[in-house]
């Protein structure tokens, strides 16, 4: 004999956030995925940004802060290094 399952009864309020969330998932992704695609064609440092420091920590918010202080071009005319 099969186990019985039970019934549950999903409300409309309750489907309407569902949708919502889904829309909102998508949509936010979908921003994500074509910032990310777009982020090396948009990118600029200028002199006195504030940067993240790449380092050794899994955790980003570990990372050190630095600020630009000289920028040293590239053969493509963009910088290809800062300090």
Do not use: C
């Not at 409309?12 to 074509?34: C, I, N, V």
């Amino acid at each position: 004999m099969l186990p019985e399952h039970e019934t549950y009864y999903i409300g409309e309020q309750d489907l309407q956030q569902r949708a919502k969330f889904l829309k909102w998932s998508t949509e936010y992704l979908r921003g994500l995925r074509e910032k990310h695609q777009s982020v090396g064609k948009l990118l600029s440092i200028k002199l006195g940004a504030v940067v993240i420091m790449k380092s050794d920590e899994r955790n980003r918010g570990d990372w050190p802060l630095g600020v630009v202080t000289d920028l040293y071009e590239g053969s493509d005319g963009g910088p290809a290094e800062t300090s």
